[in-house]
């Protein structure tokens, strides 16, 4: 089991930029792929953008595309989500996954461990 801590959320203005991270512990990561998720109050969870150890396999939603970036750190053990040219609509509970076996995370139920979330919160 994976355990993944996040952390980078907060308050910014439109327009702004924020970067999240993940902190993976628990295994060995080796061949783990990693993703982000998040959740809008009165929503599904969605996918946002995954990655695999190499970074060979990489993958977007399109509203994350030309805005945020997802890269990870593999001697830290750490995923990351820069996000710039926030929008209000990018209010969201943001949630760092682990892929089940190398599995691309970008839906739950490739998803093996959960964070916990990190609040969001871009003002208009």
């Known amino acids: 089991q994976v355990q993944l801590v996040e952390s980078g959320g907060g308050l910014v203005q439109a327009g702004g930029s924020l970067r999240l991270s993940c902190a993976a512990s628990g295994r060995p990561l080796n061949n783990l792929a990693m993703g982000w998720f998040r959740q809008a109050p009165g929503k599904e969870r969605e996918f946002v953008a995954a990655r695999d150890w190499g970074g060979g396999r990489i993958a977007y939603v399109a509203f994350a595309q030309g805005r945020f970036t997802i890269s990870r750190d593999n001697a830290k053990n750490t995923l990351y989500l820069q996000m710039s040219s926030l929008k209000p609509d990018d209010t969201a509970v943001y949630y760092c996954?682990?892929?089940?076996?190398?599995?691309?995370?970008?839906?739950?139920?490739?998803?093996?461990?959960w964070g916990q979330g990190t609040q969001v919160t871009v003002s208009s």
């Open positions: 996954a682990a892929g089940r076996a190398n599995l691309l995370p970008r839906s739950a139920a490739d998803v093996g461990s």
